[in-house]
């Protein structure tokens, strides 16, 4: 039964290809989490499971005496993986108690609190269609609401892409530059990041595998998943990896350093209450002067440019020269005859 259930959530799994050595494997760990004692881990004893029991235990779910389990096998080339046809068969189908339904009836209302936000815009639908079957429909009237896009280009991969990375698979992306065309991505993804109401997956590809590289979900064309081994992220900590950077761009090389910033009275009050940045701090009161520390990005520019001339950089030099220049284009436009 260890073996069933291992294989029912693979061949339930429509996010993730197992090949026979995957279901072996899914096997083997569900019994040692299972059977392995702390004695027989210290003494690294194993519980392998051979091809063959697979086999027989496939041939048992799709018969009559088992659960009549609709298996495909699906070939690529002289491989093949393995997926149950009918993606809502389960062979742990079965009605849910009263206790059961009152827990559900509580996640339900949890999700509800995600209507609204960007990327989650499915809840509304899914929630409405699942009480419907459960019979236990709620009048549920929203009392919050959150900024959101909703002709955003390829927010509908994102559902899509998270349970990718949650099943540690390699993808093939197909990418849409803006000046060197389509590109191919093969990448081992890892997080979904969203700022100023766009997405961005991380990830390290087969060209760059010592760096994190990130791909706007707006330019992605196409995704599909590929059989390769998947390399799991052991160097990259998101609670803090975009600590020193405004936006998503994490530079590869170089240091943060220090930006100063001084602002007009009337905008002052504001950036005091609503920080650029969680390194912000307060150098000068009476003259309105604020600090950062972050790398220089063009995510940093375009905030600070979103100010006007209501901002002044002061430190450091070169992204002083940097405005100074982009500036003078824009009198310079401004000045032109008509």
Known sequence: MIRYQALDACFSNRYKKFYMEDLIDACNKALQEFYVSKEDAINDVEYYVKRRT?????????????????????????????????????????????????????????????????????????VANFEDKLGRRRNTTPVIGYEKNPFLTGIENLSVLYNYIVNKQVLKITYQHFTQGEMVHFM????????????????????????????????????????????????????????????????????????????????????????LHPSQTELDKDNCIIQLNVFLTPELESVIFSYGDHVEVLEPATLRETFRQKTAKMIEKYNCAE
């Open 188 to 275: 081992h993804p890892y997080y979904l990041k969203q700022y100023n109401n766009r997405w961005f997956l991380f990830g390290i590809t087969e060209r760059k595998k010592d760096v994190l590289t990130n791909l706007p979900l707006d330019r992605i064309v196409k995704i599909e998943p590929v059989h390769m081994a998947y390399i799991p992220n052991t160097k990259f900590d998101f609670e803090e990896y975009f600590d020193d950077v405004v936006g998503v761009s994490v530079p590869w090389t170089g240091e943060p350093e220090k930006v100063v910033l001084k602002f007009d009275k009337e905008r002052y009050h504001y950036i005091i209450t609503k920080p």
């Open 54 to 126: 697979i086999f027989n235990d496939i041939t048992f779910m799709e018969s009559s005496e088992g659960w009549n389990a609709p298996i495909k096998r699906y070939y690529e080339g002289r491989k093949c993986y393995y997926r149950y046809e009918d993606e809502n068969f389960s062979i742990n189908k079965r009605d849910f108690s009263e206790a059961e339904l009152d827990k559900l009836d509580e996640a339900l209302i949890m999700l509800n609190r995600l209507n609204g936000t960007a990327g989650f815009d499915w809840v509304s639908e899914f």
